[in-house]
Nanobody, 116 residues
Framework: QVQLVESGGGLVQAGGSLRLSCAASGSIIAIKTMGWYRQPPEKQRELVAV???????NFADFAKGRFTISRDNAKNTVYLQMNSLKPEDTALYYC??????????WGKGTLVTVSS
């Protein structure tokens, strides 16, 4: 089992920045990928960014050029740096990890609100 705890959400004005953190605990050795998803109000959950064990990062089109993802293996933490935020980035952001058996683990989410 893997436990994920997100932090760093909040209220920010359009054009501002936020950094989300996700700390993993439990069966860390089993983690294959770590990443971020989001669920805007009244919409489905969608991928934001994911990082593979080899360090390759994949981003949704809306995140390219504005968001970066990084991973600190020593701290078992993954970060999502979000710049040039827009009101449409308002969402509940979830940390996700997948283990080598294909199982998904989710955090409880952290709310990001971008005001215009």
């Amino acid at each position: 089992q893997v436990q994920l705890v997100e932090s760093g959400g909040g209220l920010v004005q359009a054009g501002g920045s936020l950094r989300l953190s996700c700390a993993a605990s439990g069966s860390i050795i089993a983690i294959k990928t770590m990443g971020w998803y989001r669920q805007p109000p009244e919409k489905q959950r969608e991928l934001v960014a994911v990082m593979t064990p080899g360090g390759t990062a994949n981003f949704a089109d809306f995140a390219k050029g504005r968001f970066t993802i990084s991973r600190d293996n020593a701290k078992n933490t993954v970060y999502l740096q979000m710049n040039s935020l827009k009101p449409e980035d308002t969402a509940l952001y979830y940390c996700n990890s997948k283990d080598f058996l294909g199982r998904d683990y989710w955090g409880k989410g952290t709310l990001v609100t971008v005001s215009s």
